[in-house]
């Protein structure tokens, strides 16, 4: 079992499976963004080969993020080998929605039916100005077809003052008539533009809106690695959620590792740098050296990483990283 010195065992991975993406979030990416070079990425592969070392060590779920995950060619089929793994009991994706709809089938038939989707706004006008991409159709398309199909979604808005917190209501009601989880996020400081988060909107400030919108909302418990506080109320089909990123810590319960882009393995989303797996993997270290080293790195994860590491300042974009 992969355990950190504060006996937090790590059971979680996520995995960036590509830097690339299709949309161009203001919160995550400049226009011009430079992306990295295909030989410097993790081929798949060598993800593979990571997983099955590390679900020997205790981590049962997995999360494929990026980058826009499905802009990597050859995903479904490494899709298909990842849910093989011995000792991996969930693999979930979390998705920009615009290639989606056309693999929906096929992730129904690999197994996986967990998907996280992106999504900052209820318009076409709104989602452009965001995203900076004229795609609102293709992803709200995706949403109702997984729905249709009976996937477990959950829709993650980042909120951001001044650009779009007049949709957090419109997009709460789409847990009015579907049993979707949609939770606001608070921004982050990984646009990377170097530029620091003017103002946001912190949890409070999303609370009061929904609380003062759905009537009978109420917080209820979630299992504690979630990283949304949860509210239910009977007129809703699904759920709302909030996730407190930037101003509040739920680092106490943290089981989770990153595996970035470029095959770093970070103890933490605010850590500026990490092990690098990408050459361990492509030396003749055997599985058990790459363990141990990885085991070696996890003893270096902060306690309180949120405070520990947010000190740093690591401008890098979101999706370097993953999220
Ligand atoms: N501060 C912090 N933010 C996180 C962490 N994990 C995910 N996030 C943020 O939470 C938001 C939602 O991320 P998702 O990719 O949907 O992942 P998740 O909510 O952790 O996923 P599941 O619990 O597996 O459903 C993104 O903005 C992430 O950057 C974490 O460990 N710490
Ligand atoms: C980096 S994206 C990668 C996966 C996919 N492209 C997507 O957008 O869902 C993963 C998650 O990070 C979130 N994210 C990106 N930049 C963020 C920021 N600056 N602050 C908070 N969340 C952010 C996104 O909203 C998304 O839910
Ligand atoms: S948040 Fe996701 S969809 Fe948006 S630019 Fe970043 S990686 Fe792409
Ligand atoms: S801030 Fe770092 S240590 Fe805290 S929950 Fe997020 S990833 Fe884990």
């Not at 995995?15 to 030989?39: G, H, I, Q, S």
Request: one cysteine or more.
């Amino acid at each position: 079992m992969l355990t950190d010195k504060f006996d937090r065992d790590i059971k979680y991975v996520r995995l960036a499976v590509t830097d690339r993406c299709n949309l161009r979030c203001t919160y995550c990416m400049p226009e011009m963004m430079k992306f990295v070079n295909k030989d410097r990425l993790l081929s798949f592969e060598e993800m593979l080969r990571v997983v099955r070392i590390l679900a020997e060590n205790g981590v049962e779920k997995v999360r494929i993020t990026g980058g826009e995950p499905f802009v990597r060619k050859g995903l479904m089929d490494f899709l298909t080998e990842l849910v093989k793994i011995e000792g991996i009991k969930k693999v979930g994706i979390t998705s920009n929605g615009v290639l989606l709809e056309e693999y929906l089938d096929q992730l129904i038939n690999i197994g996986i039916t967990d998907i996280n989707l992106s999504l900052d706004a209820t318009t076409q006008h709104k989602f452009f100005e965001i995203t900076r991409r004229d795609d609102f159709d293709k992803v709200y398309s995706s949403l109702e077809q997984m729905i249709t199909k009976g996937f477990k979604v959950k829709i993650n808005m980042v909120v951001m003052e001044g650009k779009n917190t007049e949709e957090i209501v419109p997009l709460a009601k789409y847990a009015l008539k579907w049993p979707v989880e949609v939770r606001f996020i608070e921004e982050m400081p990984f646009n990377g533009t170097g530029k620091e988060v003017s103002k946001s909107w912190n949890h409070l400030d999303i609370e009061k809106v929904l609380i003062d919108s759905f009537i009978g909302l109420e917080k209820v418990n979630s299992h504690k690695s979630n990283t949304a506080q949860i509210y239910k109320s009977s007129i809703l089909k699904g759920s709302l959620g909030i996730i407190p990123a930037f101003s509040r810590t739920f680092c106490g319960t943290c089981d989770r590792l990153r595996i970035t882009s470029l095959g770093e393995i970070r103890n933490c989303l605010y850590s500026e740098s990490g092990l690098n797996v990408r050459d361990l993997l492509r030396s003749d270290l055997g599985d058990q050296d790459i363990a141990d080293s990885i085991q070696g790195h996890l003893l270096l994860k902060k306690k309180s990483g949120w405070e520990e590491e947010k000190k740093n300042k690591n401008l890098d974009s979101m999706s370097m990283i993953g999220g």
